[in-house]
């Protein structure tokens, strides 16, 4: 019996499982920050979710707009990044942001139901604003960024957003919009979303200043050479007052014991170089070099990936065609509903 | 000799006419203040440019978020108001801006370009902050819209931009726009726009008080009923020191006089009833009898073509559908002439 008509309906997967929205800013290659906080998160969504991946290049102008073309470039970079990482395109639909019209119709709709004065109160927009030192200077683009995020994560009806715990005011302004807008047509029309807190605590740069950033020249590529792997552990901030091996050194607030933590397959090992660095009579060169050896293990099936991906710029840029194609299908899909939702003339 | 291949190429009349771009709010169906000051404009324009009439459904939201379901009605309303007063579909593009996404994508694009205290500082918004009272409550979109203006301007290329003399700083938002653009992409990608000011005074409200709003209640509609236009001639406010027909009487701010002016086709009549009733022994209700005569004359034609195309609900509509289509290539066009001139990843 072959004739599908006469078989009972079953639900494919994908519709009954949630769906998962997150992606990155275009601004520069991800780096061991975003594997360790969320890239390793979004491998084990492919399992459980229907994941969306978003290469956020209209976000990133909004801090980037003096380099536009900068943002352009880093697209097939990062989709390079994710296959490499063990992203699966099959499972993960990978798209641009600027590419998909309903992201900004969407916004355009939610600016007006979103006051200046809630925009100026995010705490995450405050800070940011002070460290781009942008003052009286923020572009209106940047200040209405968070709604911009209500856009892409309603666009695509995503109810799990996996994010780090600085991003939970994004996600509470996105349910406000929510809430605003069903209530407006009167039907939920969108549903609200929910942060996906990874376990991880954040991984910090390796100047120990604060989190790991590309922009601030703390950051280990994911696609590092071996050598700047080393060259970036060697660098790494420690304890400052941790002078010969036999002193007692911190642990805590060590840049190369976070790394240990977040990336050793070995935490019995780790345990122990904690207790011995902690009594004293360890040095920092031991732990460095296990840290180098962990770090060189972690990295090289990635960075081998990579580039025999990028041998062929045809594989990135059609993982882009192909997912930024299906991506348009749904959330024009969804701007429509909300259109209709709301009673606006459609055409 | 009929092979077009072998005739010299000459260009249509459409190629190297400017283009002109403006529009309506769809708030409320269009009034006697909309035809004085641009609608009679716009059908003038329809013999030497390329026109473009945008039914601003977005716009709208801006400060009617709150009954989009209006909003969403009044965009069939103002095509019949258009029609009715002799715009020819066939050579302007009526198009419905919530339907064009390149205007959304090019909002956020620009967005990025404006500092917020730019905006708060723009005369236009700030006055209309205030009328509406929004105070601290301004919705972003709302305090954006300015922006927006100049993606719906510069998504069609347009050069020529009739608006009123207050509209004014709202040209200069957009070639600020367009200038920071193109030194970015280090091309000309978008041109300059040029404001078209109509030589009509701005029309006041029946009551005096300001221009003619239909928010205000101080509107006479394009489709009023001839009972309807003699009640606001009766009730219009003329000069209130003029008690009897053989006291003096004051022209100016003379609402009355004003419409005379803007309307009635025999100048001489207008200034030689200026005379007696400045020098006194003219009535208030003689004069007024000559306005309802002058509207009812005006307006009589307008109110029949309406109904007449009102009858069929697919006229209107289908001037719409056909509208948004053309306009949909053309600012979808421009947005990814942008996008590519900026150096953005192309899908």
Same sequence: chains 1, 2.
């Avoid at 407006?184 to 991880?200: H, Q, Y």
């Avoid at 299906?326 to 701007?335: E, F, L, P, S």
């Amino acid at each position: 019996m072959t004739n599908a008509d006469s078989m009972p309906a079953i639900p494919t997967t994908d519709a009954v499982r949630p769906v998962a929205l997150t992606g990155d800013r275009a601004t520069g290659p991800l780096h061991l920050g975003h594997y360790a906080g969320s890239l390793r998160t979004r491998v084990a969504l492919q399992d459980t979710h229907r994941q969306y991946l978003l290469i956020a290049d209209m976000q990133a102008l909004t801090d980037t707009m003096h380099d536009p073309a900068k943002v352009g470039r880093m697209a097939d970079e990062i989709v390079l990044d994710y296959l490499a990482v063990g992203i699966d395109p099959d499972r993960t639909t990978i798209c641009l942001q600027s590419a998909l019209p309903a992201l900004a119709e969407l916004t355009m709709l939610y600016l007006n139901l979103v006051s200046v004065a809630r925009l100026e109160r995010n705490p995450t927009v405050k800070e940011e604003i002070g460290l781009r030192g942008f003052g009286r200077a923020v572009p209106a683009g940047f200040l209405c960024y968070p709604v911009s995020q209500a856009a892409d994560i309603t666009a695509f009806r995503a109810t799990a957003v996996p994010v780090g715990s600085d991003q939970l005011p994004m996600i509470e302004q996105t349910n406000e919009i929510v809430r605003s807008l069903n209530r407006l047509c009167g039907t939920a029309v969108l549903p609200e979303a929910r942060a996906v807190l990874s376990g991880a605590a954040r991984l910090p740069g390796i100047d120990g200043t604060g989190k790991m950033s590309k922009s601030r020249g703390n950051a280990i590529a994911l696609s590092a050479s071996p050598d700047a792997i080393s060259q970036a552990v060697r660098a790494m901030f420690t304890d400052p007052a941790h002078i010969r091996a036999e002193d007692p050194g911190r642990v805590d607030g060590n840049v190369v014991f976070s790394y240990l933590d977040a990336f050793d397959p070995d935490a019995d090992l780790v345990a122990d170089l904690k207790d011995r660095y902690r009594r004293g009579g360890l040095g920092d060169s031991t732990v460095k070099r296990r840290l180098d050896e962990v770090l060189q293990e972690a990295l090289r099936p990635i960075r081998e990936r990579r580039k025999a991906l990028a041998a062929d710029p045809a594989i990135p840029a059609g993982v882009l065609a192909r997912g930024t194609q299906d991506a348009r299908q749904v959330t024009g899909a969804v701007a429509r509903d909300v259109r209709r939702a709301l009673g606006l003339r459609l055409t």
